[in-house]
């Protein structure tokens, strides 16, 4: 006798178990087990969301717009599945696994989906979605049969033990996630509601032993357990990516607090180094408090981190640009200096050029250095030194000698 005759759940339909957890490597022989799995389903779950596609074309204008959203959704989810399966089959090579691959393909199989710009989920409801590849499987099970559902063609429509076993199969998965969701009013909620579930479960139970026609509510609660079970793999998928979001942020809170702390140094070395010296606030990381845990505050305070950010590259930028203008102007000088003591200069341009490098030791030992002063008597000091070395017009010459005038013979 068939599964489906006995009322259990066609094994095709749902997505197979993912060996091993993250960190663990896969063994090629539980790989190619999962990925001959993966890949039957991977073709079932296509061509079902192909037959709600064509379904829906028959569904009044209305009804269309109802449904389509999800199914541009599952269709998403759809797309990242079957190409993380690529990858695991390139990564697995037909069987040719060692330690490297093994631990590749564990990543691959439970690290999140949308870790590359090519694999990227999103629910028009809640924006960006980090989920790994198992939680991808399973809320695109529950997707489909919502979908299935609501355009009337839930598999095995024809046998209500089976679509009830599936219901009370989402159940328990609905159950295991609410325990994950952190104590509060979010956990009350998402508790009541599979309450409110699983009373309509055990009245669609009872009607059915007593022989009534249940196949018109279970549709609509094979669509509200699949929308739950869906809203619990999201939020959890949104904690585990808040929960990383706010470690790369306290990450981001002490990296800015070192720069912080050396562009302070850099701030008193320029202050110290010349005069008059830029005078920029630097900001205090710390004054923004402790990493909030709330989403909307995490996004808020990383707004004021990028601020922070920005005014600590402008300062290090002015502090930095000050000292290098100070060693630009002893550079000069030194160079300017040492071309004035290897050319041959009259006793007077030697005079005037000792006098102007003689007030330029004192104004560049002084601290702090008056900049300006220093950097116009340097522009001084080399304009009179490239005066005084550069060779006159008309110098080593020879002297222009008048022929001399040949006597006069007087004529015979």
């Known amino acids: 006798m068939s599964a489906v005759a006995q009322g259990l759940p066609d094994p095709g339909t749902v997505a197979p178990t993912a060996p091993g957890r993250l960190g663990v490597p896969v063994q090629a022989?539980?790989?190619?087990t999962y990925l001959n799995a993966l890949r039957e389903w991977v073709a079932q779950r296509r061509a079902d969301l192909g037959e709600v596609d064509r379904a829906v074309l028959k569904l009044s204008p209305a009804e269309q717009v109802a449904i389509t959203n999800d199914l541009t959704v599952a269709l998403t989810f759809w797309k990242a599945v079957s190409d993380r399966l690529t990858l695991l089959e390139t990564t697995f090579d037909g069987g040719r696994v060692g330690?490297?691959?093994?631990e590749r393909l564990s990543t691959l199989i439970h690290g999140r989906l949308d870790s590359n710009t090519t694999e990227h989920l999103s629910l028009p409801s809640s924006g960006s979605l980090a989920v790994s590849l198992p939680e991808a499987c399973r809320l695109l099970d529950s997707l489909t049969?919502?979908?299935?559902?609501?355009?009337?063609?839930?598999?095995?429509?024809?046998?209500?033990?089976?679509?009830?076993?599936?219901?009370r199969a989402g159940l328990e998965r609905t159950r295991?996630?609410?325990?994950?969701?952190?104590?509060?009013?979010?956990?009350?909620?998402a508790a009541e509601k599979l309450a409110r579930l699983d009373r309509r479960m055990a009245?669609?139970?009872?009607?059915?032993?007593?022989?009534?026609?249940?196949g018109g509510i279970i549709g609509p609660l094979e669509i509200d357990v699949a929308v739950l079970e869906r809203d619990l793999i999201v939020a959890a998928a949104e904690r585990a990516s808040a929960a990383r979001s706010r470690v790369r942020t306290q990450q981001q809170v002490e990296e800015l607090d070192a720069r912080a702390a050396?562009?302070?140094?850099?701030?008193r070395a320029c202050l110290e180094a010349i005069t008059p010296a830029p005078h920029l606030a630097i900001p205090n990381v710390r004054a923004l408090g402790p990493v909030p845990q709330a989403a909307a505050e995490l996004t808020a305070y990383r707004a004021r981190l990028e601020r922070v950010s920005r005014a600590l590259d402008l300062a290090h930028e002015t502090y930095a640009a000050g000292l290098a203008e100070r060693d630009e102007v002893v550079g000069l000088v030194g160079a300017v200096g040492a071309m004035a003591a290897s050319a041959s200069l009259d006793p007077d341009a030697e005079g005037d050029i000792a006098e102007l490098r003689r007030r330029l030791d004192e104004i560049l030992?002084?601290?702090?250095?008056?900049?300006?002063?220093?950097?116009?008597?340097?522009?001084?000091?080399?304009?009179y030194v490239d005066t005084a070395t550069r060779p006159q017009p008309g110098a080593g010459r020879p002297a222009t000698r008048t022929p001399a005038t040949r006597p006069v013979r007087p004529r015979p």
């Open 29 to 32: 022989a539980e790989a190619q």
């Open 99 to 102: 330690p490297v691959e093994a």
């Open 145 to 167: 049969r919502t979908l299935q559902a609501r355009a009337s063609l839930a598999p095995g429509a024809a046998e209500a033990t089976q679509r009830i076993t599936l219901v």
């Open 176 to 189: 295991d996630q609410v325990p994950l969701v952190p104590d509060g009013p979010q956990r009350d909620e």
């Open 203 to 214: 009245d669609l139970l009872e009607r059915a032993r007593r022989g009534a026609d249940v």
């Open 262 to 267: 050396a562009i302070r140094a850099l701030e």
């Open 365 to 383: 030992a002084a601290r702090p250095m008056p900049i300006l002063r220093a950097r116009a008597l340097a522009a001084a000091f080399s304009s």
